[in-house]
């Protein structure tokens, strides 16, 4: 089984495209989606090769900007990327475009302000993004090189920009594809997924400026439709409790619960929990400590793509102490998250 680093699980698509309660037109979309996003997947394949070929052969990284640019492209309904070019988009009269310029430029100076880092690579690269991808196509991904966003179907999905974290968490796709390079398949490719969710729901406690108790841990609630609101679905996914009724997505809450071959959507629900757990045990700003222990643990350790979450855990736990030393909280919080996952 293969899957493509996309917001919305390749198991929901199918599902949803076989609801009977839901429209002809509906389930057709989330078909086309499925076929789409599946092709999508050796591009973004063939790019991370590019990335790891080009970091092992590199001698020295020049930054390419003080800042990242962002530059935005409308399909107009096209499969064509990256599209038309957007002038000005700031001031777009394309609500999309003018919005996922704001929020991708605020995702930047997340990453700037919080971490040290300058665009997802590091080195300020460019920050490219197509809006009204296809028709009525639902999902929203990093191919490896771009953000491409989708409509949604209207009914299930809206627009996939209308949702903070879900720009954050395909970012930090890129992000992750430059520094831990993950394989996107087992243990690796859920905390793939994890890395996403967490640093996704971290930018938008942030941009909120939510303490942890605060912070919903809500992933994709802004990007429900009226018939999945309908349904009693107010989330994709959901940190703090990934195996609700209410998510459209559930996953499992245990590590032992996690199985060779799993969808890395599901697979990263247990690490999503230990983060959540561990931020809401210390207390205050998810991105503070915890989220700066993440962070580091992502980017400080070389391309790893086997990494799984034991090690993951416990580099975790190392890099508690020794950032932290003088603050056992600290390191108290990180272990009683992964010990609520069992591990």
Same mark, same amino acid.
């Given at each position: 089984m293969t899957y493509s680093?996309? =917001?919305? @699980?390749?198991d929901v698509l199918a599902r949803l495209s076989s609801d009977p309660s839901l429209s002809a037109t509906s389930r057709k979309a989330f078909l086309d989606t499925i076929q789409i996003s599946?092709?999508?997947?050796? =591009?973004?394949?063939?790019?991370?090769?590019?990335?790891?070929?080009?970091?092992?052969?590199?001698?020295?990284?020049?930054?390419?900007?003080?800042?990242?640019?962002?530059?935005?492209y409308d399909c107009k309904g096209t499969q064509s990327l990256p599209g038309t070019p957007v002038p000005n988009p700031g001031k777009a009269a394309d609500p999309a475009a003018?919005?996922?310029?704001?929020?991708?430029?605020?995702?930047?100076?997340?990453?700037?302000?919080?971490?040290g880092r300058n665009s997802i690579d590091g080195e300020g690269m460019t920050l490219m993004s197509s809006v009204h991808f296809g028709q009525r196509y639902n999902n929203a991904m990093w191919n490896g090189l771009q953000m491409i966003y989708g409509d949604g179907d209207g009914q299930?999905?809206?627009?996939?920009?209308? %949702?903070? /974290?879900?720009?954050?968490?395909?970012?930090?796709?890129?992000?992750?594809?430059?520094?831990?390079?993950?394989?996107?398949?087992?243990?690796?490719?859920?905390?793939?997924?994890?890395?996403? /969710?967490?640093?996704?729901?971290?930018?938008?406690?942030?941009?909120?400026?939510?303490?942890?108790?605060?912070? /919903?841990?809500?992933?994709?609630? /802004?990007? =429900?439709?009226?018939?999945?609101?309908?349904?009693?679905?107010?989330?994709?996914?959901?940190?703090?409790?990934?195996?609700?009724?209410?998510? =459209?997505? @559930?996953? @499992?809450?245990?590590?032992?619960?996690?199985?060779?071959?799993?969808?890395?959507?599901?697979?990263? %629900?247990? @690490?999503?929990?230990?983060f959540c757990t561990a931020a809401k045990t210390l207390g205050g700003k998810s991105w503070d400590q915890v989220g700066q222990i993440w962070y580091a643990a992502l980017t400080g350790w070389g391309a790893r793509p086997k990494t799984g979450m034991k090690d993951f855990a416990a580099r975790t736990r190392q890099l508690a102490q020794t950032m932290y030393p003088g603050a056992p909280p600290v390191a108290a919080a990180v272990d009683a998250g992964w010990r609520k996952v069992g591990l």
């Open positions: 680093c996309c =917001l919305v @699980p390749r599946h092709e999508m997947r050796d =591009l973004r394949v063939q790019a991370t090769r590019m990335t790891s070929v080009a970091f092992a052969h590199a001698t020295a990284l020049t930054a390419l900007a003080l800042a990242p640019s962002v530059t935005i003018k919005r996922v310029f704001g929020t991708t430029s605020e995702v930047a100076e997340f990453f700037a302000k919080v971490f299930i999905f809206v627009d996939f920009t209308a %949702g903070t /974290d879900v720009i954050a968490h395909e970012l930090t796709h890129g992000v992750t594809q430059h520094s831990l390079q993950l394989d996107y398949s087992d243990e690796p490719g859920g905390l793939n997924e994890s890395m996403s /969710d967490c640093f996704g729901s971290m930018f938008r406690q942030w941009k909120l400026k939510q303490d942890v108790t605060q912070a /919903d841990w809500l992933i994709g609630a /802004d990007i =429900l439709g009226p018939a999945a609101k309908a349904k009693g679905f107010t989330c994709l996914r959901d940190m703090a409790d990934p195996a609700g009724r209410h998510c =459209l997505s @559930p996953q @499992p809450t245990l590590y032992a619960q996690v199985r060779p071959g799993m969808d890395p959507h599901a697979a990263s %629900g247990p @690490p999503n929990l230990a």
